[in-house]
């Protein structure tokens, strides 16, 4: 008898392993692209490496040609659009990094330097702009309206 109650317990216990709506894991947003060729479980187990890699070969060895691991690469497949069909930002909790990065408990770090949504504009594609708070370019413009004003205050 106790061994089938050891059985039952063992099973009750490995049935939620087994569940197809992954309780208690993010509901990550469905890409729009083809899979990664090498699967979708090596990117998100790689995708830091892969992009730290990439960015050193485009800022410090300044190959830009056949970079794979990009922002820009990730969000012509991985981006989500609200139900105005417009592109959510990082500060969106529906935002595709997000939705791992919060579960995990990490901050994705790429944001204060680069835009969290894609444009348009090729030129400006993925630098963060002033109206993005928590960018190194709203920082630059809030320092610059500081030093006005102490100039001002000291005239």
């Known amino acids: ?61 300044g190959e830009r040609e056949d970079i794979r691991a990009s922002l820009e690469s990730c969000f012509d497949c991985h981006t989500v659009k609200d139900e105005a069909g417009e592109a959510v930002t990082i500060e969106d909790e529906r935002h595709f990094c997000r939705v791992c990065h919060d579960y995990a408990a990490v901050k994705p770090d790429c944001f204060t330097c680069h835009r969290s949504t894609p444009s348009d504009n090729v030129a400006n594609r993925l630098m963060a702009t002033p109206e993005e708070p928590n960018s190194i370019a709203a920082y630059l413009e809030r320092l610059k309206a500081l030093e006005a004003d102490e100039s001002e205050a000291s005239q």
């Open 1 to 61: 008898m106790r061994l089938i109650l050891a059985f039952l317990v063992l099973l009750g216990l490995s049935l939620p392993l087994h569940a197809d709506d992954h309780e208690g894991l993010p509901a990550v947003p469905k890409a729009t692209g083809e899979p990664h060729p090498e699967g979708n479980e090596y990117w998100r187990k790689n995708h830091m490496t892969l992009l730290l890699h990439d960015r050193d070969l485009t800022l410090r060895e």
